[in-house]
């Protein structure tokens, strides 16, 4: 079919905005990695804008050589991981109960459920409660109190009910109970709904420095964020002699330089490399878990 000179100019118009939005979008990205790689020389003398110039890996081996970063790994991989599972298990629990009709609790919970997104009791009597917990210095305090999003729960709600009645009313008839047909016929139906929400969690743990800036003093318990703040914001004085390795100002400077984006690639690496797993789940799940009109 023949277009006409205003569709290919429309055509066109979205191919450039789309090209330039990747452009705005990759190169930082490949900056960072392109001056984690580029030697310290290179890095003083600004000739690096895209590409690495004297590639050297001098930068990943005074990052990776200082212990706290990989204690700060441990702690992250912990928060992400069962942090995640327990999400995804409250969220079921929360979300199956509210998607059924026959639960004479529904409409209330939902109301509830629903007024929480909007407001909250605010920050000092969260802590307050926390610390009365006992929760305060606890690797628990980067989990539990972040068990359940509401958002989440709604997600997993719309997808729930999707699922024909008439499947349930058959294990109903079956002998089935209701967490049979949760965890036997529910779950497995919704898979990349979840496959999605463990993604949207997981981003959430890794990226989650606010609530160890809040709850963790103990240092031994502090996750990579929280490292990377002292790194990038702070850019504190020991982490920076310690992994710089610099010794006139103008060497220690760029080397510092350096380590930040180092850091930033280190950071970064393993939540990229769980995407392409669940790529293929994303738009399915999310527009099985999206409200139908």
């Not at 690639?265 to 878990?289: A, C, D, E, H, N």
Request: charge should be positive.
């Amino acid at each position: 079919m023949k277009q006409s000179s205003a569709d290919r100019s429309y055509y066109v118009m979205i191919y450039m905005i789309a090209i330039l939005a990747v452009i705005v979008t990759l190169y930082p990205f490949l900056y960072v990695i392109s001056i984690s790689l580029s030697s310290v020389t290179a890095i003083d003398q600004q000739k690096v804008w895209l590409y690495p110039v004297d590639p050297t890996f001098d930068g990943y081996k005074m990052v990776l050589q200082y212990k706290e970063i990989w204690t700060s790994y441990y702690n992250t991989i912990w928060y992400t991981v069962v942090g995640t599972a327990l999400n995804l298990f409250a969220t079921c629990l929360a979300a199956f109960p509210l998607s059924r009709a026959r639960f004479f609790l529904r409409r209330k919970l939902n109301f509830f459920i629903a007024f929480t997104m909007y407001f909250s009791g605010g920050l000092i009597p969260v802590y307050m409660l926390i610390t009365q917990l006992g929760l305060y210095n606890s690797r628990w305090v980067m989990v539990l109190p972040v068990l359940v999003s509401t958002f989440n729960v709604m997600i997993c709600r719309s997808a729930f009910e999707g699922i024909p009645n008439e499947i349930f009313e058959s294990a109903s008839l079956d002998g089935a109970n209701d967490i049979t047909m949760l965890f036997r016929i529910a779950i497995p139906v919704v898979k990349p709904t979840l496959a999605v929400l463990a993604l949207y969690y997981a981003v959430f743990h890794w990226n989650n420095f606010f609530s160890a800036l809040l709850y963790l003093g103990d240092q031994s318990l502090q996750p990579l964020q929280i490292f990377l703040r002292r790194v990038l914001v702070m850019a504190s004085p020991e982490i920076m002699q310690k992994m710089g390795g610099g010794t006139s100002v103008g060497t220690l400077a760029v080397s510092t330089l350096q380590v930040r984006y180092v850091s930033i690639v280190v950071s970064i690496v393993p939540i990229v490399m769980v995407y392409p797993f669940i790529q293929r789940y994303f738009v399915k799940g999310i527009t099985l878990g999206a409200v139908k009109g």
